[in-house]
């Protein structure tokens, strides 16, 4: 670490960019905040100088307000360069939604994680009846009612209507590569658990990181067990990521995506391990007394009333808890009438205990 290291000036607290208009915010680095149709209404795209060029990290979700602004950034703020290359975070619509499309309209290669190129190719390219049938044979097991599934099913494939065909070839990032982007170099440093193979970018001599969604200011990133990939422990990815970003100086800063850059990415990740460990708890508590499906947990770990957009998310990471309780033992997972209830069999955790455990 240089010892002429110094946290870079960014204005704080922060204030919010006009959306859909790139806007410097530190040298060479364009905050660009989009509009997001959910309660969680905005996404943050970043937009390098890379001198004769520019670098997009993440794209946005395919909407027509999305597009739009696209289309007037690269004719006004962004006009007079290519796009030397796109970037994606991670597979999420909301991140990657318009990655192809944004790709075909300017040229330029993108760059991603395999691991996430594969998962958006598999769920975007499901018929409609496929999705269906896929998210309602694991919400079934996972005990959600007959009347919430037909609800969801109307949706059709929810997610590729999110999702712009993702493209067919792409340049591969992985854990260590290191992107020579304007005047700086940017290492790619994987995160794991919120998707499969996150890539945040860091760049040490101005002691920035590029988060995406793996290390959020004030909002948990969503840790879910998918439909497509019911057998994953994405908590225990999760957790070990901890390892991943311990050694990032608690000076970082971080440029999120949703809401505002903030320092100490240590201490945020230490939070939400001790938010995970009280939802564990929780649960642990809560199957104390009869087995539990998922569904019958999501009250205890969530105390607010949800729509369906949000009861996926919140029935994903209910299974995401309770996996990772049975894979260790302190649930008993059981099927009956083609639902799965866990039992408590150790009625408390604690990840402390847990880090010393050989894995
Ligand atoms: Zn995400």
Redesign the pocket.
């Known amino acids: 670490m240089p010892d002429d290291r110094s946290p870079p000036p960014f204005p704080a607290p922060f204030p919010l960019p006009p959306q859909g208009h790139p806007t410097e915010v530190l040298d060479g680095i364009f905050w660009l905040q989009m509009p997001l149709p959910f309660a969680l209404n905005h996404v943050n795209l970043w937009v390098l100088d890379d001198g004769d060029g520019w670098v997009i990290i993440d794209t946005g979700m395919s909407t027509d307000a999305i597009k739009h602004h696209w289309e007037t950034a690269l004719t006004t703020a962004l006009a007079g360069r290519p796009i030397n290359r796109i970037i994606a975070t991670?597979f999420?619509p909301?991140?990657a939604g318009l990655t192809g499309y944004l790709s075909q309209l300017v040229d330029a290669p993108v760059a991603m994680a395999p691991d996430e190129w594969r998962l958006a190719t598999h769920i975007s390219t499901r018929s409609p009846a496929e999705f269906v049938a896929g998210q309602q044979a694991f919400f079934a097991q996972h005990g959600l009612d007959q009347e919430t599934l037909d609800r969801l099913a109307l949706r059709g494939n929810v997610f590729r209507e999110r999702i712009e065909p993702i493209v067919e070839t792409f340049e591969s990032l992985a854990e260590g590569d290191v992107l020579a982007i304007g005047g700086r170099q940017w290492r790619v440093v994987t995160g794991r658990g919120?998707?499969p193979a996150h890539a945040c970018l860091w760049c040490e001599v101005e002691n920035l990181l590029v988060a995406?969604?793996q290390v959020l200011p004030k909002i948990t990133?969503?840790i879910s067990v998918l439909w497509a990939q019911p057998d994953a422990d994405p908590l225990t990815d999760f957790l070990d990521t901890l390892n991943t970003f311990a050694w990032l100086p608690p000076d970082t800063l971080a440029l999120p995506?949703h809401r505002t850059p903030f320092r100490g990415v240590p201490e945020r990740l230490a939070e939400l391990a001790g938010h995970h460990e009280h939802r564990l708890n929780a649960a642990l508590a809560a199957c104390v007394d009869a087995p539990r499906s998922a569904t019958e947990l999501i009250p205890t770990l969530f105390d607010r009333a949800m729509d369906d957009h949000q009861i996926v998310f919140a029935l994903g990471e209910a299974v995401a808890h309770l996996t990772y309780l049975a894979r260790r033992g302190y649930l008993l997972a059981s099927d009956e009438d083609g639902v799965r209830r866990y039992a408590t069999e150790r009625p408390t955790i604690s990840l402390a205990d847990e880090r010393k455990q050989p894995s």
């Open positions: 991670h999420h909301d991140h919120h998707s995406g969604d990133p969503n995506g």
